[in-house]
């Protein structure tokens, strides 16, 4: 039987391949106090890893649409640490067009990524958090689970569906001492600019057009550095304090995320008096 190394936390990310999920896996690798699961769809995308590696890192393979690539990871990553204490779901897929022009199939595989794979992944480390009673669950979810614009409508409700299973997963396993907190970044250098797109082609969109075709200017144009994202998400965690319910990172999420929801609320207030009638009779 393999040796079980006890130590503060292991944390177990997936999609670390890229972008802010290799950012954060070189922060946990460096840290003596953490273990680290580190999940790919490629293992050579790990070998980054190598320079850190003493022993406290474990390296596998996980597509998140593969269930038993997922259980696989999960037995083996317990039979080697004992506990998975942090879980980030982090892979996930961009994808740029209008509601209307959009694929269906695209469409369903972004769903399929992230929305189910995250769910399969949390759902495969659920019981192993409930039998340690503790558990932090960390949903990488976007300003755009929150907010939407034009051409990203897609991978915005895929993002709302985020938020609204993390906010409802919240309060089920709060009792059992595990807790989760979505992270809502705004525009960031990585390569998730370069998702698929739906090239405008009917003119009542043409307002749109450049908008999916600059998409991929992101990947160097984004105000977010995916180096401090994980960073301020390393840290969050590391601080021992209170875990946020929301993690909101950069200026666009911030300021995209007051004006949604404070527009939200004066709606609320001033439809107030239509708005109770519903739970009284028409007669
Ligand atoms: N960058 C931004 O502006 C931004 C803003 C807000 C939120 N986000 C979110 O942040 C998360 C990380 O994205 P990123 O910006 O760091 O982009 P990224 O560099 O493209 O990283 C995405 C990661 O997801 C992995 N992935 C994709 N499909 C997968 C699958 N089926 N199974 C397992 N892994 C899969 C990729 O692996 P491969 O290398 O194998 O494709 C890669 O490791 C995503 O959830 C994204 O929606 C990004």
């Not at 999609?15 to 050579?44: C, H, P, Y």
């Not at 972004?110 to 503790?134: C, D, H, Y």
């Not at 409508?153 to 089920?172: D, H, I, M």
């Amino acid at each position: 039987m393999e040796e079980v190394i006890m130590t503060n936390k292991t944390w177990m990310i997936t999609g670390t391949s890229s972008g802010f999920g290799k950012n954060l896996a070189e922060f946990v690798a460096q840290d003596s106090d953490s273990n680290l699961i580190a999940t790919a769809r490629k293992m050579d995308d790990l070998s980054y890893l190598d320079q850190y590696n003493h022993g406290q890192i474990f390296k596998v393979l996980v597509d998140v649409t593969n269930s038993d690539q997922i259980k696989n990871a999960v037995k083996t990553a317990q039979k080697r640490f004992g506990t998975i204490d942090v879980l980030v779901n982090n892979a996930g897929l961009g994808y740029f067009g209008t509601i209307e022009e959009s694929n269906d199939a695209d469409i369903r595989q972004l769903f399929e990524v992230n929305v189910f794979g995250l769910a399969n992944v949390t759902k495969s480390i659920l019981p192993t958090m409930r039998a340690q009673n503790s558990g932090l669950i960390i949903n990488i979810s976007s300003v755009l689970g929150i907010t939407s614009i034009p051409t990203f409508g897609w991978y915005s409700a895929t993002k709302f569906a985020v938020e609204g299973y993390s906010n409802a997963l919240r309060q089920e396993v709060n009792s059992l001492g595990i807790k989760v907190m979505v992270v809502e970044p705004s525009g960031a250098r990585t390569k998730w600019n370069a998702g698929k797109t739906a090239p405008v082609k009917l003119d009542d969109y043409s307002d749109f057009a450049d908008m999916i075709n600059n998409a991929a200017a992101g990947e160097t144009s984004a105000p977010g550095d995916p180096h401090m994202i994980a960073k301020i998400i390393f840290d969050t965690v590391k601080a021992g304090k209170k875990i946020p319910n929301h993690l909101p990172l950069g200026e666009f999420a911030t300021s995209g995320m007051k004006n949604e929801l404070s527009g939200i609320l004066s709606e609320i207030e001033q439809l107030y008096a239509t708005s109770i009638k519903a739970d009284t009779s028409a007669e």
